[in-house]
């Protein structure tokens, strides 16, 4: 299809190290915080990062041990100075130097490796040392179990991950990006986004309508973590009624008994081999 790509050899050559190594991808370390450029004397002046360089810490992944601030200035990483720009210096074949991206200096690097870091701190230098991890984001490029799904009363739940939202076209959606925005108000732990992605047609959900976007909040009033924390909910509810709520603010009110006979039905229907694969 005439289609070709370019993969800088410093990325290739990590790739390659990683697996003579570990024997597989272990994944790239990544910063554990989001930055801000301080482009103006302004903004330099007030975060007492004047003829320094560094960007301000926005924002600090709560899954991470770094040590970091909201606030920070990082003017080093690995001994590297940063620009008010977040670039740094590179040196190239022919002796020049360009000015590229921070994210360069992590693109070699691996998980666990220990990340030595600079800062300004109400104007004082900070010396840290963190170790690089993976990112963890709610919506999992390549999660752990490949299409999990979980059926209840003709819904089918699944977890929101990247695949899901490029088929639906929902990058966009108020969902996916409350969901990107979450991963650094804290904790990942074992939480994911869990959708409807879809409705098998039974009277117990007659005229149950929802969209691709549409997530499950709560059963029974218990926040959902993960898709098989609902499952758990599900199998272990001894209430009379199981009422499932959406963030579409919808509610779908099903007795628990009828529920779970619905289910089966279904799965028996269609000629499914299990109401759930997690």
């Known amino acids: 299809k005439s289609v070709g790509f370019i993969i800088p050899a410093k990325v290739a050559l990590r790739f390659l190290e990683d697996y003579r190594r570990h024997g597989t991808f272990t994944n790239f370390g990544y910063p554990p915080f989001l930055w801000q450029g301080l482009e103006t004397e302004d903004m330099r002046t007030y975060f007492r990062a004047s003829g320094r360089g560094g960007v301000r810490v926005k924002a600090v992944d709560p899954n991470i041990a770094s040590g970091l601030n909201v606030d920070d200035v990082v003017v080093e990483l690995f001994g590297v100075p940063i620009g008010h720009d977040g670039k740094v210096a590179v040196e190239l074949g022919n002796g020049e130097l360009e000015r590229v991206s ?25 010396q840290l040392t963190f170790e690089l991890a993976p990112p963890r984001p709610w919506v999992s490029m390549d999660p752990a179990v490949a299409n999990e799904f979980l059926i209840v009363a003709g819904l089918v739940l699944q977890p929101m991950t990247a695949g899901y939202l490029s088929a639906a076209e929902a990058w966009h959606s108020f969902e996916a990006q409350q969901a990107f925005r979450s991963m650094w108000d804290a904790q990942m732990g074992e939480r994911q986004v869990v959708l409807v992605t879809g409705v098998l047609s039974h009277e117990v959900n007659s005229g149950a309508q929802f ?36 963030s579409s603010r919808a509610v779908l009110v099903v007795r628990t008994k009828t529920a779970k006979a619905a289910t089966a039905e279904l799965v028996e229907r269609h000629g499914l081999q299990v109401d759930r694969y997690l």
């Open 102 to 126: 921070l994210w360069y200096l992590f693109c070699d690097k691996f998980t666990r490796e220990p990340c030595p870091c600079k800062v300004l701190r109400d104007g004082k230098e900070v």
């Open 211 to 246: 969209g691709h976007n549409d997530a499950l909040v709560s059963i029974n009033g218990e926040k959902v973590i993960n898709l098989r924390h609902a499952a758990q909910l599900v199998d272990g509810c001894a209430h009379e009624w199981l009422v499932l709520t959406f």
